[in-house]
T-cell receptor, first 114, second 115 residues
Framework: GAGVSQSPSNKVTEKGKDVELRCDPI?????LYWYRQRLGQGLEFLIY????????KSGLPSDRFSAERTGESVSTLTIQRTQQEDSAVYLC????????????FGPGTRLTVT | DQQVKQNSPSLSVQEGRISILNCDYT??????FLWYKKYPAEGPTFLIS?????DKNEDGRFTVFLNKSAKHLSLHIVPSQPGDSAVYFC??????????????FGKGTKLSVIP
């Protein structure tokens, strides 16, 4: 079946602009996660959605970051007033309910803020 | 502070030999440990996991060992193949305190298998 897809694959934006990143999880996966990977670093948790429950936003680095998910489908991660330190690969993952130990990742969106 | 550490940024191994990738952690409350493999321009791929109540899990050429007293886990690949060349991330699952489990990742080890 289809895996996790993300768009765009690459995004170059000017400092101060807003960007929106999209994630399509695996069908039937109720859990969805966003991570950030800066150059030479590990994956950094940003936000978690589980079904219709309130999301766990504990990893969002600032109030410029927000994310939405409609039901158990597509999610968008929005970064407002982008800064150069926001440059990273943004990865989305999904998993079955109760199986957060087995997450399936998309290919990521490489964001470059100039 | 880094709760999951992979102290070797890179490792080179001859084809057919054993590859051993190491990972240390500090949080004794982690309940699952995982290894992910990542090729360039792709997302990480789940490889193998182990529950904190076990000390070994095997899947084909991949075996993960967990030493809870030392807070150390390792991934063994036997025999190593050129297609195993990738970045390997160690991850650990813990309760976030905000209503969900979270994975905490190490920085990765780049494995190169030399033909």
């Amino acid at each position: 079946g289809a895996g996790v897809s993300q768009s765009p694959s690459n995004k170059v934006t000017e400092k101060g602009k807003d960007v929106e990143l999209r994630c399509d999880p695996i069908s039937g996966h109720t859990a969805l996660y966003w991570y950030r990977q800066r150059l030479g670093q590990g994956l950094e948790f940003l936000i978690y959605f589980q079904g219709n429950s309130a999301p766990d936003k504990s990893g969002l680095p600032s109030d410029r970051f927000s994310a939405e998910r409609t039901g158990e489908s597509v999610s968008t991660l929005t970064i407002q007033r982008t800064q150069q330190e926001d440059s990273a690969v943004y990865l989305c993952a999904s998993s079955r309910q109760g199986a957060s130990y087995e997450q399936y990742f998309g290919p990521g969106t490489r964001l470059t803020v100039t | 502070d880094q709760q999951v550490k992979q102290n070797s940024p890179s490792l080179s191994v001859q084809e057919g030999r054993i590859s051993i990738l190491n990972c240390d952690y500090t949080n004794s409350m982690f309940d699952y440990f995982l290894w992910y493999k990542k090729y360039p321009a792709e997302g990480p791929t789940f490889l193998i996991s182990i529950s904190s109540i076990k000390d070994k899990n095997e899947d084909g050429r991949f075996t993960v060992f967990l030493n809870k007293s030392a807070k150390h886990l390792s991934l063994h690949i036997v025999p190593s193949q050129p297609g195993d060349s990738a970045v390997y991330f160690c991850a650990a699952r813990g309760w976030s305190g905000a209503g969900s489990y979270q994975l905490t990742f190490g920085k990765g080890t780049k494995l190169s298998v030399i033909p």
